[in-house]
Nanobody
Framework: QLQASGGGMVQPGESLRLSCAVS????????IGWFRQAPGKVREGVSC????SVNYADSVKGRFTISRARNGMYLQMNSLKPEDTAVYLC????????????WGQGTLVTVSS
């Protein structure tokens, strides 16, 4: 089970930290990826991978960072821009396969002045 939380409305330039609560998964076999879907757009990957091998979308590099939480993952988002507005979701990848097999419900992030 995965559940994303922590979304809200912020102004451009502000920060937000999202959480992905994970239950029933063994991190030895799964990695948590973050995705987002903006209104009217296709879903895009934000981060994927784990440990020392994490890849970020070019649009968020240098601004977004993932880290482990006690029972899941965080997505720290800094210097937010209006184009970061989207529903953010976390998903579990079978480690090393690129296959995301479990998806959580998303959390809405709105960046607006």
């Amino acid at each position: 089970q995965l559940q994303a939380s922590g979304g809200g409305m912020v102004q451009p330039g502000e920060s937000l930290r999202l959480s992905c609560a994970v239950s029933g998964l063994d991190f030895r076999y799964y990695a948590i990826g973050w995705f987002r879907q903006a209104p009217g757009k296709v879903r895009e990957g934000v981060s994927c991978g784990s440990g020392g091998s994490v890849n970020y979308a070019d649009s968020v590099k240098g601004r977004f960072t993932i880290s482990r939480a006690r029972n899941g993952m965080y997505l720290q988002m800094n210097s937010l821009k209006p184009e970061d507005t989207a529903v953010y979701l976390c998903a579990a990848e079978v480690l090393g396969t690129g296959a995301y097999v479990i998806w959580g419900q998303g959390t809405l992030v709105t960046v607006s002045s």
